[in-house]
């Protein structure tokens, strides 16, 4: 079961059409939405769609040109094409990372799991943590400890060390003046999420 009430029905609807395009078949939902679609922690409004295979940004850009009015290109160079498309922020990226679980297959969604976002978080926040990837972590805490979700990233990223991730936990500056993420059901305060990480943190 996926929370679908966590995206908007138009990005939703764009999703589906995208993950139904053939010239798109090595592509699966990453980040903040793909994770959403599977808990229901929050809202998410963004697209990002890695694949683990090299592909043509010109001819990427092509194809969605024919199937899709209203494109605005953001940024374009190697394995990289950032794109607005009706309106909705989609990123398409080359990811150098493979899955360290089976991609999770709902009809024509493919999304990776919780197991392999996890890091990804953890690698968002080691660089510049935004509020919404510390509340993802909080959400995560439900379903795996702080120490798999180390372990899980030393297996992606294959890091002898997660010493600059944990320091970057207990670092929340640069996400203070952030907007709160849009919760749904089960709701969390920004010291509520602070102090779950710190204990995290603190029982490692």
């Known amino acids: 079961m996926l929370y679908y009430e966590t995206v908007e029905p138009d990005t939703l609807e764009l999703l589906r059409r995208l993950m139904e395009s053939p010239y798109l078949s090595t592509f699966?939902?990453?980040?903040?939405?793909?994770?959403?679609?599977?808990?229901?922690?929050?809202?998410?409004?963004d697209l990002d769609l890695f694949s683990e295979k090299d592909f043509n940004g010109d001819e990427l850009l092509a194809n969605l040109t024919?199937?899709?009015?209203?494109?605005?290109?953001?940024?374009?160079?190697?394995?990289?094409?950032?794109?607005?498309?009706?309106?909705?922020?989609?990123?398409?990226l080359r990811f150098n990372y493979p899955s360290?679980?089976?991609?999770?297959?709902?009809?024509?969604?493919?999304?990776?799991?919780?197991?392999?976002?996890?890091?990804?978080?953890?690698?968002?926040?080691?660089?510049?943590?935004?509020?919404?990837?510390?509340?993802?972590?909080y959400f995560l805490l439900e379903k795996m400890s702080l120490q798999e979700m180390l372990d899980l990233h030393s297996e992606k990223f294959k890091l002898s060390t997660t010493f600059h991730i944990v320091k970057s936990l207990t670092y929340f500056e640069d996400a203070?003046?952030?907007?709160?993420?849009?919760?749904?059901?089960?709701?969390?305060?920004?010291?509520?999420?602070?102090?779950?990480?710190?204990?995290a943190v603190a029982s490692l």
């Open 28 to 45: 699966c939902l990453v980040g903040g939405t793909s994770l959403s679609l599977q808990i229901g922690h929050r809202k998410s409004i």
């Open 66 to 92: 024919q199937d899709f009015q209203h494109i605005e290109v953001l940024t374009k160079m190697k394995g990289t094409l950032l794109t607005r498309i009706q309106g909705i922020k989609v990123d398409f």
């Open 100 to 137: 360290i679980r089976p991609v999770r297959m709902e009809g024509h969604l493919r999304l990776l799991t919780p197991e392999d976002i996890a890091p990804m978080k953890l690698d968002a926040i080691a660089g510049r943590g935004k509020k919404k990837d510390f509340y993802d972590i």
């Open 176 to 199: 203070e003046e952030d907007d709160l993420p849009v919760l749904m059901k089960r709701k969390a305060t920004w010291p509520q999420v602070k102090n779950k990480i710190l204990a």
